[in-house]
């Protein structure tokens, strides 16, 4: 069985609960297969601030990147909480009346302390970024420079109140009176899809190209 995240009742799905899951499992799932977050913040005067950002999962932490003067940054290196969401649209639901109008999805929310990395853990973490777009491309590239480094954060956020919440199925909710409405009724599925990696200079080097299975997706 899956361990669990120790969610407070704050946290908690108070809407559709039955869709809601707290298992490792399902939230990292979700996460390895996302490819950006919208983190949120708010700012010293009580502003509240939605970035969205690449991110990637390394066990119970998402780790991103920011400019060292970047509003993002800033409020990391105080140690603001933060939360992040990860939202994954697998279908539109098409009813016969608007209001059952949807879409199915996977999701993750996530609320957690911040902190910047330094030194050797920095560096560590820039690399597993890179290689999380393709495993084994940090070792091909060049290396950064100090001042990349230095105007680069790496911000790490604790996976702490986290809860992921899943809409699945095949066909939309329906009242039962509206069955009969002459309207197509349905589902359109949602796909992301990777195409054929398109090189640069074919005359430097062929290292570190992306297969094309999907790098994302591969454990």
């Known amino acids: 069985m899956s361990e669990v995240y120790p969610t407070e009742k704050p946290f908690r799905a108070r809407r559709t609960?039955?869709?809601?899951?707290?298992?490792k499992e399902t939230v990292h799932g979700i996460l390895d297969e996302g490819l950006v977050a919208h983190v949120g913040y708010v700012g010293d005067k009580g502003e509240p601030h939605v970035i969205p950002i690449f991110y990637a999962r390394r066990g119970g932490e998402l780790l991103f990147h920011a400019s060292s003067k970047s509003g993002l940054g800033l409020a990391a290196k105080k140690g603001v909480e933060m939360c992040a969401t990860v939202t994954l649209i697998?279908?539109?639901v098409y009813a016969r009346s608007g209001f059952h109008h949807s879409m199915k999805f996977r999701s993750v929310a996530a609320h957690g302390a911040t902190e910047l990395l330094t030194g050797d853990d920095k560096l560590a973490a820039l690399d597993f970024m890179v290689d999380r777009l393709e495993p084994g491309r940090a070792a091909h590239l060049r290396p950064m420079n100090e001042q990349e480094i230095k105007a680069t954060h790496v911000v790490r956020l604790i996976l702490d109140q986290v809860t992921a919440k899943v809409s699945v199925g095949d066909a939309p909710n329906e009242e039962p009176e509206d069955l009969d409405w002459p309207v197509w009724a349905g589902i359109v599925p949602v796909n992301t899809v990777f195409g054929v990696p398109r090189q640069h200079d074919p005359s430097v080097s062929d290292a570190g190209r992306p297969e094309l299975a999907g790098p994302l997706f591969r454990k």
């Open 17 to 23: 609960p039955d869709r809601a899951h707290y298992d």
């Open 90 to 92: 697998d279908s539109i």
